[in-house]
């Protein structure tokens, strides 16, 4: 019987080293709970980007970026970083279907996401009531970070449009010159409350907005709508942030439609890309692009160029790269900071620890500049650019 006991002594004793050694000594506490990395798997990460169809180019600048960081970042507390990248469709419904494939996967850490705000709302909702963490790198519609609507596990690095409408109606009014004014959106969470800010803005600079209208995204002749603008006015300008096939639609139907000759033609990021070029044709000379300052000077940007040309063969897609850089590396930071490590390399990291550890992120160096998160997700250091189109290329005109 003696025998017995000590050779049971000695197994339990070799399990609770075992046990030790594999980390499983580490405990949580965590409100929502912890995700568990074995010391011999990889930190997983996923993206919800528009990676196909027409807008495909947007999300896949991103994308780049996310790729780019975690090449450059290395390991993470001496684990990979593997990213599983997911489709928002640049909609709510390719939205909901990416978050809750991520959402299904309990190894996934974090989520870099989405590309469109209209994508962007469904997807927050279920990434946050799932006790996941979402980081943004391109939704800049206003209703994501209001106090009324923001979802508790949503963050991003792209600006709000109440600072981009703003810049676009200060143009507008102030170095154009124009004071009437009209606005097409279709409907998204993004292009109408882009527009909406434009149009508020302009009112309160003094301008007059003589339409304020709603079309059809996937609409192929938007000719009554914009025949009904020249009607009401005519404006000197119209406002139209939507996306690459409306975009086009518009830009080649305007020339077309009497009244609206010499009219000033204006879009947003949501249009920045050569996709969007190639679209519109000669019709897009001349006109003007609201979006993120992307004139960055550091030796990091100068090293995510090169490596972006050198990896994926062209120079940026669109505008949202460095935000997407910047989103990624804030979440490694985080997982950094609040990940418990065993003797072994298992981590475990606590979900609400982290969604803590990012909101509290402030005066972060990233790329785009100096990023500090309020209690409500807007973490950018907001920097807004006016460009032209000019030879086929996009070409920053303001600020000078």
Not at 225 to 242: D, F, K, W
Not at 251 to 271: E, F, H, M, S
Request: proline share 4%; hydrophobic share 40%; aromatic share 6%.
């Amino acid at each position: 019987m003696k025998r017995l006991l000590l050779v049971v002594v000695l197994a339990i004793l070799a399990i609770s080293v075992v046990a030790c050694s594999s980390g499983s000594s580490l405990e949580c506490n965590d409100e929502i709970g912890c995700v568990t990395i074995g010391p011999n798997d990889p930190i997983k990460l996923a993206s919800a980007l528009v990676i196909t169809g027409p807008d495909a180019q947007l999300g896949l600048d991103s994308q780049y970026g996310v790729e780019l960081a975690i090449d450059f970042r290395g390991e993470v507390l001496g684990h990979t970083v593997e990213l599983q990248a997911e489709d928002d469709g640049c909609n709510a419904e390719g939205g909901q279907t990416a978050a809750q494939k991520i959402v299904s996967d309990p190894q996934i850490v974090a989520v870099i996401g989405t590309s469109c705000s209209g994508a962007g709302v469904p997807a927050s909702e279920i990434i946050s009531t799932a006790g996941y963490v979402m980081v943004s790198p391109s939704n800049t519609a206003p209703v994501l970070t209001d106090p009324a609507t923001h979802q508790a596990g949503y963050l991003r690095t792209a600006h709000n449009d109440k600072v981009q409408g703003r810049a676009m109606a200060e143009f507008a009014y102030n170095e154009l010159g124009v004071r009437k004014a009209a606005a097409i959106h279709d409907g998204d969470p993004y292009t109408e409350g882009l527009a909406s800010v434009f149009r508020d803005a302009f009112i309160e600079l003094g301008g007059e907005i003589v339409a304020f209208e709603a079309v059809d995204k996937n609409a192929d002749d938007v000719t009554p709508v914009l025949t009904t603008i020249a009607a009401a006015g005519p404006p000197e300008l119209i406002y139209y942030p939507v996306f690459t096939v409306l975009g086009a639609n518009i830009t080649k139907q305007a020339k077309t439609v009497a009244g609206l000759d010499g009219v000033y033609l204006a879009a947003a990021d949501g249009v920045q890309s050569p996709d969007f070029l190639a679209a519109a044709g000669d019709a897009a000379e001349g006109m003007y692009l609201s979006g993120p300052d992307l004139s960055f000077s550091s030796e990091t940007y100068d090293r995510l160029l090169a490596s972006y040309m050198e990896k994926y063969g062209s120079e940026p897609l669109s505008v949202f790269h460095a935000h997407a850089f910047d989103a990624t590396n804030m979440i490694l930071n985080a997982i950094e900071k609040v990940a418990q490590q065993g003797d072994d390399g298992t981590l475990l990291i606590g979900r609400k620890a982290l969604r803590d550890a990012l909101f509290a992120t402030a005066d972060y160096q990233g790329i785009t500049g100096t990023l500090t998160c309020n209690e409500f997700g807007d973490c950018a250091d907001p920097k807004i650019s006016i460009s032209i189109v000019e030879n086929g290329a996009f070409v920053k005109i303001w600020p000078k």
